[in-house]
């Protein structure tokens, strides 16, 4: 098959854009031909290209509602894919989901829309709910097939009628292995606790900083890794409450696995998810989970088996789980043991990848 992949944004290292690069790989090593297309410039992996027969940047393809920039990508979009003539067009992420669709029905191509989370979720204000459920309501008529990356965004989007069910499928994500030194020791001290995440909307980390900010008195180590436009907000959380000595802001990084396996604990608080890869990445490296209770994150962490969940934006809750893993390393071993076994038995990547492949190939023949 010939497939192109559009998403919004291609220059950093988000879900969606990890989604994007696996898939790609794998696609490319089975035989198929891929284009990627996006709004980036350039990719964050500069080895995109080893994988992918070429990348397309479209400028004006926006993550903010511009209707001349979103009608000038539309038309590029559109002479590129009538260019290229794919089989199938996957997008990516929402305003890429919208455009792309509407350029790739105007050309009758098969498009396929992976939801990495609705714009419409709960955590997001009640006017954009409403803004993107009529959007993707009309874009879903636009659809060959829809993915979802979890069973709760199958069943939002069946309760809200955005979808036909005969169009969607479940896919939860998947994260390829690493080698067995990869796993996290759980009884190493000071304790490192570890959030990989963007400082962007959808995460919220001051929560996270102002729980810890509890448990002063108990020893231990914050790492963030990511990059975004509320980090500076959290650096300045982080000088108010004197906690400089404790917490470290390590940027975008692409050793992820090391990192993991240099910690004792995975914690990630949010407004609102899809099925976040970077939990699966810490279960991968045998860590136990504290996770905001939102989006399809149920999925993966099973409370009292790998981890916790706490309510959002409970930084008196977060603190009494993180509190109980602070103080018990046992506890620690084997959370994080039964995390490795359900990566092990449900989310390794490969299972992903070739349940992505059979909703490509259906779509093409549809």
């Known amino acids: 098959m010939k497939i192109v992949q559009l998403i919004t944004r291609m220059d950093e290292a988000g879900g969606a854009q990890m989604h994007v690069e696996e898939v790609s790989k794998y696609l490319n ?65 929402s305003k890429a989901g919208i455009v792309g669709r509407l350029a790739g029905w105007s050309l009758g191509i098969p498009t396929v829309f992976t939801a990495h989370g609705w714009a419409f979720t709960g955590g997001v204000s009640k006017r954009k709910q409403l803004l993107y459920r009529s959007i993707e309501k ?3 008529y636009l659809t060959t097939r ?7 965004d199958y069943d939002l989007a069946d309760n809200k009628r955005i979808v036909p ?16 030194d990869s796993m996290a020791n759980p009884f190493l001290e000071p304790i490192n606790i570890i959030m990989v995440a963007r400082f962007a ?26 990059e975004g436009p509320l980090l500076q907000e959290a650096e300045e959380l982080v000088r108010l409450l004197g906690m400089e000595d404790q917490v470290e802001f390590l940027g975008s990084r692409r050793d992820i696995p090391e990192l993991l396996k240099q910690s004792q604990l995975f914690i990630l608080t949010s407004n609102w998810e ?35 969940l706490v309510p959002r934006k409970n930084e008196a809750a977060l603190a009494e789980k993180c509190k109980i893993l602070l103080h018990n390393p046992f506890l620690r071993k084997q959370m994080g043991e039964r995390s490795r076994r359900l990566y092990e038995q449900h989310f390794k990547a490969e299972r992903m990848l070739q349940e992505t492949e059979a909703v490509y190939e259906r779509a093409a023949n549809k």
């Not at 297309?37 to 393809?61: K, V």
């Not at 279960?283 to 088996?305: C, N, Q, W």
């Open 29 to 93: 090593r089975t035989g198929h031909s891929v284009t990627i297309m996006s709004g980036s410039i350039a990719p964050y992996n500069p080895s995109l290209t080893d994988y992918a027969d070429s990348y397309i940047a479209i400028r004006s393809l926006e993550r903010s509602i511009n209707p001349l920039q979103d009608f000038k990508a539309f038309l590029i979009i559109r002479k590129k894919l009538k260019e290229i003539r794919p089989d199938v067009l996957a997008t990516h992420s």
């Open 138 to 140: 009309l874009a879903g």
């Open 146 to 152: 829809v993915i979802t990356v979890s069973y709760y």
């Open 165 to 180: 069910r005969r169009k969607m499928a479940v896919i939860q994500n998947g994260v390829s292995d690493t080698s067995e």
């Open 201 to 226: 909307e959808p995460k919220d980390q001051l929560v996270l900083l102002k729980a810890l900010h509890l448990l002063n008195n108990d020893k231990w180590r914050l790492r963030f890794v990511g």
């Open 274 to 308: 899809g099925l976040p890869l970077c939990i699966l990445e810490a279960m991968r490296s045998g860590l136990p989970i504290i996770a905001t209770d939102v989006g399809g994150i149920k999925e993966v962490v099973i409370p009292g088996k790998n981890g916790y």
